[in-house]
Every structure is written in structure tokens, then in C-alpha cells.
């Protein structure tokens, strides 16, 4: 059974710094590409970023761009997310999620795309 746990949220202020952690097990890790979804109160589920099995591709969402930083260590079985520079409106519940599929090119940022998910944990910045 696979299973993914985040950790390190928490509350920090606006322009502060947070890294958040996603260990997985039950399965290879190597065998998936990774990624961080959040989902604010009200508000659909956003892609964050992904990165590909061997951690050669990296990909984030727009408004992520050069604030956050997704890696993996496979030989700790986690997936990680520096979050730098944050803002009030990155407070949500962050989710790292993992997806099985062979992929030749890319990686996905669709969230149906995605087998396993974590439970989630809590970002908050105060302004």
C-alpha cells in the first residue's frame, strides 16, 4: 500500500520561508513523478509543481515560479517543496500527490493524473 505523509507547514510571515516534506513508502520510489497541489478554503485544488522520477525535470506553475523549488531525494524516499518569499495568498493546504505512469516526455500538472495523494498539511502566512 502506498503511502505518502507531508510535513512542515505551519505559520509563517509574509516574505518568510517554509519547506515542506513528502515521504513515501509501500512502493519504489523512483517509479513515480511528484507533485504539489494546495487548495485554498473556497477555492478549487492548483497545481504547484512536479518533478520527474529521476529528478531532471522540474515544473511549476506560473505563480511559482522563482519563489518555490520542488527536488526529490530517492534515496530517502521524499519529495520536497521550498517555499521562499511567500504570501499571504499561499496560505492553503498543501498536498503532495505521486503518479505511477511511464512517461516518456514531461510531467503532469493535472491532478486526475495522480494515483496516490498525502493527507495534506497547513501553510498559513500572515501578512
Known amino acids: 500500500q502506498v503511502q505518502l505523509v507531508e510535513s512542515g507547514g505551519g505559520l509563517v510571515q509574509a516574505g518568510g520561508s517554509l519547506r515542506l516534506s513528502c515521504a513515501v513508502s509501500?512502493?519504489?520510489?523512483?517509479?513515480?513523478?511528484m507533485g504539489w497541489f494546495r487548495q485554498a478554503p473556497g477555492k478549487e485544488r492548483e497545481f504547484v509543481a512536479a518533478?520527474?522520477?529521476?529528478?531532471?525535470?522540474?515544473y511549476y506553475a506560473d505563480s511559482m515560479k522563482g519563489r518555490f523549488t520542488i527536488s526529490r531525494d530517492n534515496a530517502k524516499n521524499t519529495v520536497y517543496l521550498q517555499m521562499n518569499s511567500l504570501k499571504p495568498e499561499d496560505t492553503a493546504v498543501y498536498y503532495c500527490?505521486?503518479?505511477?505512469?511511464?512517461?516518456?516526455?514531461?510531467?503532469?500538472?493535472?491532478?486526475?493524473?495522480?494515483?496516490?495523494w498525502g493527507q495534506g498539511t497547513q501553510v498559513t502566512v500572515s501578512s
Open positions: 500527490a505521486a503518479d505511477p505512469a511511464w512517461r516518456v516526455v514531461g510531467v503532469p500538472t493535472d491532478g486526475s493524473e495522480y494515483a496516490y
Open positions: 518533478i520527474s522520477r529521476r529528478g531532471g525535470v522540474p
Open positions: 509501500g512502493r519504489t520510489f523512483s517509479m513515480f513523478t
